[in-house]
Nanobody
Framework: VQLQASGGGLVQAGGSLRLSCAAS????????MAWFRQSPGKQREFVAA????????DYADSVKGRFTIPRDNAKNTVYLQMSSLKPEDTAVYYCAVYLGVVIVTSRGAYNYWGQGTLVTVSS
C-alpha cells in the first residue's frame, strides 16, 4: 500500500482547506483510513478516522464539529475537510492505513503512512 497526501497550504484563521490522500494497493475499501497530525515539538496525534464502509467515523475532540473525513472507495481516496481553522491546527498532516475493520486511534496500530502535507493557519 502506498499513500500520497496533498492539499496542504497556508490559510487564514476561520478558513477552510481540504486534504486528499490517494491510496494504491488492493482491497482499499476494506480498511480503516485515518489522519494524524504533528506540530513542532509534539507527538503525532490522532485527528480522524473512517471505516472501510464509510459509515462510521471517529474524531479527536479538538476537531469535532469542524473537520470531516469522507472517503471515495471508487477513487481509493480519503479526504480531510477542515473548516473554522485555528492557528493551533497548524501541523504536518499524515494519512494512514490500518489493516483492520474497527477504528483505532493509536498511531502505533497503523500499518502504512503517507509522506505528510503541511497546513499552516495564520492568525
Amino acid at each position: 500500500v502506498q499513500l500520497q497526501a496533498s492539499g496542504g497550504g497556508l490559510v487564514q484563521a476561520g478558513g477552510s482547506l481540504r486534504l486528499s490522500c490517494a491510496a494504491s494497493g488492493p482491497a482499499f475499501s476494506n480498511y480503516v483510513m485515518a489522519w494524524f497530525r504533528q506540530s513542532p515539538g509534539k507527538q503525532r496525534e490522532f485527528v480522524a478516522a473512517i471505516r472501510g464502509s464509510g459509515r462510521i467515523t471517529d474524531y479527536a475532540d479538538s476537531v469535532k464539529g469542524r473537520f470531516t473525513i469522507p472517503r471515495d472507495n471508487a477513487k481509493n481516496t480519503v479526504y480531510l475537510q477542515m473548516s473554522s481553522l485555528k492557528p493551533e491546527d497548524t501541523a504536518v498532516y499524515y494519512c494512514a492505513v490500518y489493516l483492520g475493520v474497527v477504528i483505532v486511534t493509536s498511531r502505533g496500530a497503523y500499518n502504512y503512512w503517507g509522506q505528510g502535507t503541511l497546513v499552516t493557519v495564520s492568525s
